[in-house]
């Protein structure tokens, strides 16, 4: 089964910074396209950036900057630094999946399979 991990969550302060981890296991990893979305409390889900199969990546236009995605293929994780938080960083982040390879809106949640659990992050 695709089993995704998300951890690195926290508490930090404005201007901090939090590093997360998505550990993948199931599949071989770098097949599959891969993305961290992020929501609020009655908010839909958005996304952060996302990877494709090939290394490329597309980051959502506001957090660009801040946010860097690293994978590291030897582990099976895929990380994502995120710099110069915000109050309105705060949501839970949730590492995503999918077998879809190309042509799709990397932002749609709908077209990812597999999901990890999520990891809150609160920025005051």
């Known amino acids: 089964d695709v089993q995704l991990e998300e951890s690195g969550g926290g508490s930090v302060q404005a201007g901090g910074s939090l590093r997360l981890s998505c550990t993948a296991s199931?599949?071989?990893?770098?097949?599959?396209?891969m993305a961290w979305f992020r929501q609020t409390p009655g908010g839909e889900r958005e996304g952060v950036v996302g990877?494709?199969?090939?290394?490329?990546?597309h980051y959502a236009h506001a957090l660009k900057g801040r946010f860097t995605i690293s994978p590291d293929n030897a582990k099976n994780t895929l990380f994502l630094q995120m710099n110069s938080l915000k109050p309105e960083d705060t949501g839970t982040y949730f590492c995503?999946?999918?077998?879809?390879?190309?042509?799709?809106?990397?932002?749609?949640?709908?077209?990812?399979?597999?999901w990890g659990q999520g990891t809150q992050v609160t920025v005051s």
């Open positions: 995503a999946a999918t077998s879809v390879q190309s042509g799709f809106d990397w932002t749609q949640a709908t077209m990812y399979n597999y």
């Open positions: 199931g599949y071989t990893y770098g097949s599959y396209c």
């Open positions: 990877v494709d199969t090939n290394g490329a990546t």
